[in-house]
Structures are given as structure tokens and as C-alpha cells.
């Protein structure tokens, strides 16, 4: 099983930045996916950003140039720098890790951002 806890969501204006953090624990296998998904009201969870534990990375095009996705391996740590925030990022955030070997997905509580003047 991994645990997954994120931090770092919150209230901000149109064009302000946040930075989610997810810290990983547990038997987080050697090679993974871990990333971001996130959620409207009444609709699927959609793929913001991943990243592989080779350091490869994936964005949403609604997101390319905005947010940055990194990670921190030695401290199993995920992150999601978000710029120019719009108010259609508005949504509940959820990290997620995939477990390459198995394919099983684990997920965070997730972590509310809300963009509004």
C-alpha cells in the first residue's frame, strides 16, 4: 500500500500561482507514474500533470506553459507549481501513484484550489 497526503491548495486571485505538495509513503515501488488529477463538479477526474520516477513528464494541453510538475525521489515528494491561474482551474486536486509493475493507482484526499477574484 502507498499513502499519499497533499498539501498547498487554497484560495488565490486569477493570475496568481499555488504550489500543490504530495509526500508519498509505503511500499512505493522503483518505478512508477505519479502526478495529478483533478475534478469539476459532476465530471471525471482528468490528468493534469505526471511524472515517472525517470523523471519524465505528461501535461494536460489546458495546462502546458502554466504548471510545472517535479518530484524529489529521495524524499518521495511530488509537486505542482501552478501559474496563471485561471478560474476553470477551479476544481478538487487529487496526487495519485501508479505502481508500474502492478498498474495499481493510489490516491490522496485530495486538496480544493479555487481561482476567484
Known amino acids: 500500500q502507498v499513502q499519499l497526503v497533499e498539501s498547498g491548495g487554497g484560495l488565490v486571485q486569477p493570475g496568481g500561482s499555488l504550489r500543490l505538495s504530495c509526500a508519498a509513503s509505503g511500499r512505493i515501488a522503483s518505478i512508477y507514474v505519479m502526478g495529478w488529477y483533478r475534478q469539476f463538479p459532476g465530471k471525471q477526474r482528468e490528468l493534469v500533470a505526471a511524472?515517472?520516477?525517470?523523471?519524465?513528464?505528461n501535461y494536460a494541453d489546458s495546462v502546458k506553459g502554466r504548471f510545472t510538475i517535479s518530484g524529489d525521489n529521495a524524499k518521495n515528494m511530488v509537486y505542482l507549481q501552478m501559474n496563471s491561474l485561471k478560474p476553470e482551474d477551479t476544481a478538487a486536486y487529487y496526487c495519485?501513484?501508479?505502481?508500474?509493475?502492478?498498474?495499481?493507482?493510489?490516491w490522496g484526499q485530495g486538496t480544493q484550489v479555487t481561482v476567484s477574484s
Open positions: 511524472i515517472t520516477s525517470g523523471g519524465s513528464t
Open positions: 495519485f501513484n501508479r505502481d508500474w509493475g502492478t498498474s495499481s493507482y493510489y
